[in-house]
């Protein structure tokens, strides 16, 4: 199992688990700690090829917070797979999430995903 804490460097008031995204690897699939905005986006962003590598889903159940910078970032890799013949999940998608899918009219975003436990 490999993990990885992607920090922002940003210094400010809130917890560290707020203004950070972590992820950690576990066989096909990344788990995503956090809150994923675009104060925290960008570490992620440029180490996307490598930590993508073997990745056909992602579990974003942890993510305290997803803006849409973070929504683009999702719509972003799964184009990226599909042009790669590749099937990329979400998994554990809540409300908030799913509205901001709604909200934008991307519900082929979260087609062929596993059905919520």
Known sequence: MKQDILDNGIVGNAPASQETVSWEKTENTLFLKGTLDRDSLLPLWQQKDR?????DNI????????????????VRLKGECQQQGRTLTLSGVGERLETLVALYGLQSLLNDNPPKA
Do not use: K, P, Y
């Not at 930590?51 to 990745?55: A, K, P, Q």
């Not at 974003?60 to 849409?68: A, I, K, N, T």
């Open 59 to 74: 579990d974003v159940s942890l993510l305290h917070h997803v803006d849409s910078t973070g929504l683009a970032l999702f």
């Open 51 to 55: 930590v993508m590598e073997g990745i």
